[in-house]
């Protein structure tokens, strides 16, 4: 019966999955952009399931005049007049529904279209899923969308692969805090909650996890909205969320915690922002490097014994000043302890060279380990995307909570091994104390290098080309003014 029913759900979530994204091609007809469809959705799917939870009992969370009986009763303009002004009253509250509905604003023009999404909606019962149901035919909605390049919101996205090979690694315990400053929709938050979640029946312990445990934010209103219902819909923060819409680099952390995972934005900081130097005084070195704020903010973050699993550029491991003495910081007063190198291919912003740094604040580097899953490897996000099982040599070879058992596969008769271990001394004596290594030689070939590939080659470089011109617009503007 167990199996019957298991498949029951699967089938449930891709039918319902289908329907939703078969919806927004429809609107997409009418002119509605999917972000924005994934945004709509988002309002009237929490308005709907609060309806179905009062009709259960449980109470509401949405004050009378703003329910979802208030909008379906209606039709035409009225109908969609009156979702605007759901929208208008609801951005303005407290708690859950004010994250939720952070900025919120139509934007489906169509009261036909409005029709159509709302109707779709109401043919379901969506509060009566399990938890995890739910939750996944959200996800795959969100990653969908991550993969449409015309609603650009690859961006927020971290491969899934990427993120279960961290969290095994890092190994998250139930009674522990987990924080992500640059959270998305909620990637890592959800894979350490579900590798948490499976460790106690106390329901201490669970309400624990549920409500404290977890933490993140983002700048980036659209994306706070999406995290939120995607925790809300695995029963996560169902009174009020964890996850603020803020400039985690802009202040202190209000809380250390145990774990932080995450993937910060790479390339500059949004147009506008303030000077980070200027903000704070609890960071290591003044810089305007995004990526290597976010690095010493987490290092900042970390309770006594915490670990992180960061995903960075390549130039973290070599920008010179402010990122030599952050790696110097790094070996001398963190343990970082090993370094995974990635291939191009695994992400949706194409080109980017970024590797996982797994470091703790407990005593100084005695040795950093590294794995090469780049050199010779090829991925693409269609015809080879990278999965967890890629990523299970390195998985294994991390020896997560037993790392004294650590043995490498390179030596003088195995020169492309890809796991190696580098003594401190050394790194703190090469050049700028650069961490970027390589060591596997290959024999690459054109012929072997599909035009995907080449393109993504191309974007790499692209990528390096903006950055360099975007650093001299900035010397440019400092000798201007």
Known sequence: MANKSSVMQVNTSENLAKKVWKMADILAASGVAYTDYITQLTYLLFLKMDSEKESYGLGSAIPEGSKWKDIICLQGPDQLQKYEKVLDDLRKKDGLVGT?????????????????????????????????????IYE?????????????????????????????????????????????????????????????????????????ALSGADITPLVVTLCSMNLYLHD?????????????????????????????????????????????????????????????HIMVMLKDGGRAGVVLPDNVLFEDKAGEVLRKKLLKDFNLHTILRLPTGIFYAGGVKANVLFFEKSGQTKGVWYYDYRTGIRHTLVER????????????????????????????????????????????????????????????????????????Q????????????????????????
């Open 100 to 136: 939720i509905f952070t900025d919120a604003q139509n934007k489906i023009s169509k009261p036909a279209s409005l029709a159509k999404l709302i109707e779709m909606i109401d043919n379901e019962n969506w509060f009566g899923l399990e938890g995890d149901l739910k939750g996944a």
């Open 140 to 212: 795959s909605i969100l990653e969908k969308n991550g993969q449409d390049k015309k609603s650009g919101a690859g961006q927020y996205f971290t491969p899934r692969a990427l993120i279960g090979a961290m969290v095994d690694c890092i190994q998250p315990l139930i009674t522990e805090t987990v924080a992500d400053p640059a959270c998305g929709t909620g990637g890592f938050l959800l894979a350490a909650y579900d590798y948490m979640r499976k460790q106690s029946q106390s329901q201490d312990k669970i309400d624990f996890l549920q409500t404290k």
């Open 236 to 296: 996560i923060g169902s009174e009020t969320t964890p996850i603020q819409c803020r400039d985690s680099l802009e202040s202190e952390p209000e809380k250390l915690v145990d774990v932080v995972l995450a993937n910060p934005p790479f390339g500059a900081r949004p147009a506008g922002s303030g000077d980070i130097s200027s903000m704070r005084d609890d960071l290591f070195v003044s810089t305007n490097n995004n990526q290597l704020n976010f690095l010493q």
């Open 385 to 456: 995307p990278l999965r967890r099982e890629n990523l299970d040599d390195f998985v294994g070879l991390y020896c997560a909570g037993h790392m004294n058992d650590r043995v490498e596969t390179y030596s003088a008769e195995n020169p492309n091994g890809r796991w190696r271990k580098f003594d401190v001394d050394y790194l703190l004596s090469r050049d700028k104390t650069s961490l970027d290594i390589t060591w596997i030689k290959t024999d690459d070939n054109l012929e072997s290098v599909s035009l995907t590939d080449i393109l993504s």
């Open 458 to 481: 191309i974007q790499a470089k692209g990528m390096e080309i903006g950055n360099a011109i975007e650093k001299l617009s900035a010397l440019l503007s400092e000798v201007k003014g």
